[in-house]
Every structure is written in structure tokens, then in C-alpha cells.
């Protein structure tokens, strides 16, 4: 009788272990979910950043507001109807 148990025990085990160790076993189907929840994260961050590029290519082709801006700010430009006047920071602790 204990060599039956024994047997059907064994039995129970080899039939378990391709179930959460072998190819395609629990544990693998684990770890590629996990791999997928971390691969959503990086592609929405990713998303938002190229609608974002997106929208500001769109702003550039159709006005002429984003050009206006980025010369101003970016590469210090003016018009010619405007004086530039420029208002130094104080220094810490004067």
C-alpha cells in the first residue's frame, strides 16, 4: 500500500512540474505578464510624448505663433518696431 501512495505522489508531481516549471508553466506566464505590464508603461509614456511632438509639429506648419516664440525665447530675436531692455537679476545676499 505505501508503494502505491508513494507511486501515485510521484505520479501527482511529474504531472505538476511541466504545469508550473516547464515551457509554457505558471511561472513563465508570470513573468512575460510582468514584462508586458512594464512594456504598457514605457509605450504610454511614449504615446504622450509623440502626441505632444505632434501637436507642437502641427503648430509649427500651421502658425505662425510657435515660430514667434521660439525665436524670441530660443535665440533672443526681436522685431523691428521693439526695444530690447534687459533687467538684470539681483545677485543672492546684495
Known amino acids: 500500500m505505501r508503494w502505491l501512495t508513494g507511486g501515485l505522489i510521484a505520479l501527482i508531481v511529474l504531472l505538476q512540474y511541466p504545469l508550473w ?15 508586458l505590464q512594464v512594456q504598457k508603461e514605457a509605450t ?9 511632438l505632434d501637436a507642437e509639429v502641427r503648430d ?11 525665436a524670441r525665447f530660443e535665440l533672443g530675436m526681436i522685431r523691428q ?7 538684470p537679476e539681483r545677485a543672492p545676499g546684495k
Open 21 to 35: 516549471l516547464g515551457k509554457g508553466g505558471w511561472l513563465r506566464v508570470w513573468e512575460h505578464d510582468r514584462q
Open 81 to 87: 518696431d521693439e526695444n530690447f531692455v534687459q533687467i
Open 44 to 52: 504610454k509614456k511614449l504615446e504622450i510624448r509623440n502626441a505632444g
Open 60 to 70: 509649427l506648419k500651421q502658425g505662425y505663433d510657435a515660430i514667434e516664440e521660439r
